[in-house]
């Protein structure tokens, strides 16, 4: 199922290769490239803002990038209903345009974080589980991130997690919560979250980096193309 | 012109990681007189208005929208001279 793709580029990002390169060579996708100057193309049926150190994390990681002109139309893409994920910058720049609730704060440790970790999914039958993906599946995927610790108040984080908006958690090989698992210090244990409308996902673990066997994991993949998939459906 | 000074710290009840770091490291490094540390980002901001309630108003929003997370930080800013 081939979808039509962007993936947004800001200064500083630096997945956004990887993204293409998993998105079209791997999975066969058709994949542009839109600079953060210009606006999203028509006719795309899904957007990703990859990782990276957009305008070099100045002033709040994802804050500069959130205010840059391509955001505007990303805006408009998903209140008109389009599928958006934000990888790891991506997510920090979708909760500092307000796309997505809370915010990552710098890890509880202080440390850059990068590993492979296990995460579980919390819902099913979401444009990013598509039939690929279920309750209680566990994936394993990297991370590699400084400030990823999600945050949210807690009558908010109340709010998130009565409307099933955690879309994964961090947890042990087993699918089981355990403090060792969360690396970050996240509320929660959160990993990723969705809008309320379900079309919008941000994640810290990056699926572009777990597409194919020879990188250690193929895990990423049942992710986008769940959203291939939502998106032919539509 | 105008010319106003902002603050910004993040709320007492959240997580400093890194005035957290700074005071560690600074105690380490012998200066064990230093009780707590609060880091915080300043930012000297000139406007083009001379108007100074439109300078204002555009300060506050500024804050909201772009030079603090409501979420986790508190601003405070003074308009420093003209």
Known sequence: ?234 | MIRVHVLVHLKPDILDAESQAIAQAVVAAGHDTVANVRAGRSFHIQFNSKDRAVVEREAERLCREALANPLIETWEWTVEAR
């Open chain 1, 1 to 234: 199922m081939s979808a039509k793709w962007a993936v947004v580029v800001f200064p500083g990002s630096n997945c956004e290769r990887d993204c293409v390169y998993a998105l079209r060579s791997v999975l066969g996708q058709d994949v542009v490239e839109v600079w953060h100057r210009d606006v999203l193309p028509k006719d795309i049926d899904c957007v990703v803002l990859p990782g990276g150190f957009s305008y070099g994390d100045y002033l709040r990681t994802g804050a500069l990038a959130a205010i840059s002109p391509v955001m505007e139309s990303v805006r408009r893409f998903a209140d008109e209903g389009g599928l958006v994920i934000g990888i790891c910058n991506g997510f920090q720049i979708l909760t500092e345009c307000g796309m997505l609730p809370g915010t990552l704060m710098r890890n509880a440790q202080r440390r850059f974080r990068c590993a492979d970790v296990h995460v579980r999914v919390e819902r099913s039958g979401t444009a990013f589980t598509a039939d690929l993906l279920a309750e209680g599946d566990v994936l394993k995927l990297p991370i590699a991130h400084g400030c990823g610790n999600f945050f949210a108040p807690p009558e908010l984080l109340e709010e998130i997690e009565s409307a099933g908006q955690v879309f994964l958690r961090y947890c042990d090989a087993q699918g089981m919560r355990a403090p060792g698992a969360n690396p970050n210090g996240s509320c929660d244990a959160i990993a990723g979250i969705t809008n309320a409308q379900g079309n919008v996902l941000g994640m810290m673990p990056h699926p572009e980096r777990a597409c194919e066997a020879i990188l250690g994991g193929t895990d990423g993949r049942r992710i986008f193309l769940s959203m291939a998939l939502s998106a032919a459906a539509t």
